[in-house]
């Protein structure tokens, strides 16, 4: 039986760099957390357009998920970008 459609066994498709990229982070509102990831985010890409953050709060105001779009130069910078986030302790989850 042949696989018509070729999806098995194919590796996923590559991100084909640079690139505009969302990262999105969510963990416990707290009074510093949007700065507190932007500064670290900032430190791999430099200043980030402030059109490309967002924040939403969660529905009952214990969560905040930033969102923001970085011009992506590679795998390295993004590993680099989510490994950094994962150390902060309010951070949930990096998406």
């Keep these: 039986m042949s696989d018509q459609d070729g999806s098995q066994g194919q590796a996923p498709p590559k991100i084909e760099?640079?690139?505009?990229?969302?990262?999105?982070?969510?963990?416990r509102a707290e009074a510093?957390?949007?700065q507190t990831?932007?500064?670290?985010?900032?430190?791999?890409?430099?200043?980030?357009?402030?059109?490309?953050?967002?924040?939403?709060?969660?529905?009952?105001?214990?969560?905040?998920?930033?969102?923001?779009?970085i011009a992506a130069t590679g795998e390295e910078q993004l590993r680099n970008i989510f490994q950094d986030l994962k150390q902060i302790d309010s951070v949930k989850m990096v998406l």
């Design 17 to 27: 760099f640079p690139c505009l990229y969302p990262i999105k982070i969510i963990g």
């Design 32 to 34: 510093e957390f949007q």
């Design 37 to 69: 990831v932007i500064a670290v985010v900032e430190r791999h890409t430099g200043p980030l357009d402030p059109d490309l953050i967002r924040a939403q709060p969660s529905r009952k105001n214990n969560y905040l998920s930033v969102t923001v779009t």
